[in-house]
């Protein structure tokens, strides 16, 4: 993704937006939410799974690629969640998708503190790094219990 700002002198610079992919991992009517565990200015904050786009990498792989390394689960993936949350100062964006789990994968707090699947009524139970917290309204309806 590219942006474009005036410099001092008035001219147009380009810089590049690095993408953070976060996965909402949605089953039986609960999402799948993740305590940090580092640094230690977020530790124990929450956050939905997921990380770095690479160079050439599509969104959704990266979003595969991540819950495969940090939760050691296959997800399959949906529609986009929310709107995009710019962070770090502007220089990154966050976009969420929903996912599943395929077959009867369980997630493993691999790089996390804990984990804990949440209803509606519990998203509010835990504190969510400022970044992930403006996906949470846009969650609310799509955790209906099957």
Known sequence: MRTERANDG???????????VGAAIIR?????ACARSAPPEVAGMWEFPGGKVEPGEAETDALIRECAEELAVRVEIGARVGRNVRMAH???VLKVYAARLLGDDQPQALEH??????TAD???SV???????????????????T
Do not use: F, M, N, Y
């Open 113 to 118: 503190e804990a984990l804990r699947w949440l």
């Open 10 to 20: 008035g001219q147009a610079e380009r810089r590049d937006l690095k993408v953070i």
């Open 90 to 92: 502007g220089r990154s």
């Open 127 to 145: 504190t969510w790094l400022p970044a992930d917290a403006p996906i949470v309204a846009a969650l609310r309806p799509l955790l209906i219990p």
């Open 28 to 32: 039986d009517g609960r999402v799948l």
């Open 122 to 124: 519990e998203l509010d």
